[in-house]
DNA sequence: AAGTGGTCTAGACCACTTT
DNA sequence: AAGTGGTCTAGACCACTTC
């Protein structure tokens, strides 16, 4: 510990050549690896690398952007917690996808209260494009009175009628989408909205309440008028915090339950 | 450039000295900063560090367990990321507390549909202690016929009774936990656990249904039988994810709804 | 053997808070 | 000025996957 050797070139603060440079006290400071991830949020929304697709190494993104590999690293490592991206050691960094089992639990938070939870049947009641009624098209960002895609569909676990769903979406977003498609299409609706229209679903907020089954909820769930149901509203969201679907889900919770981990 | 100045003394992999070497093919192999994470832990289980309170900084954290310190940030990230610690630059590194709005809004998801969340206001209704339950005793991982304490209580929002709630707690953790204590404490019930019984709660897990009110409901939330509530029932764990705590809820959600984010 | 992400170190400077 | 966490770099080696 007595050597005291030369101090190596001096590195210190970055030259941050080929990104927004950020001059001490610039009032729109934000971190070097901030931008990066903006970056990357970009080419994901473009669609430069596409659910399920293999995005560049950490290496080659650093020389992209002319930082350091652990500046890349810290950018990837918080889209990996926002579950954008998935990391797999030895193979490389991967569009997270909505073909894949565990998206799909983290959007669907309905369990059988015992047993193994298996995969609904889909039975689509209506599909049509309408005028966006005001809730609606405030929750979206939309203009009053704009197109939108109206679905309701109701869900069926081993044979039983349990999820009523009713669906708005931008029409401008989902202008192929038919009656046909939906009954097609096998898995996911995000993963449909994601392989057909390039509109991935990252993250949705929802309001729960307990609500009374009327007519038209109990014909289709066949159970008793006024029986408790449990009613989702929720708004999902896409790249850049921009709502693209409201729903309004009533699930019969007799021998289901909404799993909720606080944390 | 052009200049290829020597390499420095070579570091490379870690000496180790200190904490569990990690030879390389080990079977109990976990990465240093995870190992650094767990004495963490143990010191917050311990109460060396009391909720609210400073910890020593990362600096002094990398000189007692011999490791640098990113090491120890890379620990400390997470435990902040999992909500155990708050960080604060220029300050330090804060034990996570209930006795803090954030906290309180993370262990009741329930917000009013318009308007601001007001503190409620709580009315113990009975406290006893008693054999608990074979399937609290389950789900708390005790021995069949321990001992638990029993609570009811109804949380009034605006002078309406709106949550009516049956919680089941060990009777070795909550000696003298007594109606008298509950009623003179202000503020959330596990600021209460936190402070009298050295029991931190740091997550939970909730099953939420719809059900109808029955009698017993209906007399104490002042709605009609057979009105649709939100039952949650809920297990909280403290460190080491051991259970201490069942909770079974029923919310009135006329007014209100229970909050979730789904990322 | 080569490439990827994962861990660990060492050192510099920045932003923020307190003394 | 001193101390804290926050950012950034550079380089090493490890664990895992594929060729």
Known sequence: MTQTVLPPAPTGAPSNSGVTSNVSGSPTFSPLYQQIKSLIVQSLQSG???????????????????????????????????????????????????????????????????????????????????????????????KAGDSVVYIKRVQFFDGTPIILEEIWLPGSLFKGLTVERLDEYKGPMYGLFEAEFGTQMIHASEKVRAVAADEAASALLKVAVGVPLLSVDRVAFTYGEKPVEVRRALYVTSQHHYQNELS
Chains 1, 2 share one sequence.
Do not use: C
């Open 48 to 142: 430069e690398w596409k659910p399920g697709e293999l995005i560049p190494s950490e290496v080659e993104l650093a020389y992209r952007f002319k930082v350091s590999q652990g500046t890349v690293r810290k950018a990837i490592d918080e889209l990996s917690a926002e579950n954008l991206v998935i990391r797999r050691q030895g193979k490389g960094t991967f569009v997270a996808t909505h073909h894949e089992a565990k998206v799909q639990f983290r959007f669907l938070r309905l369990m059988p209260d015992n047993g193994d939870a298996h995969q609904p049947e889909n039975h689509i009641i209506e599909v049509k494009r309408m005028r966006g009624p005001a809730e609606v098209t405030r929750l979206l960002d939309m």
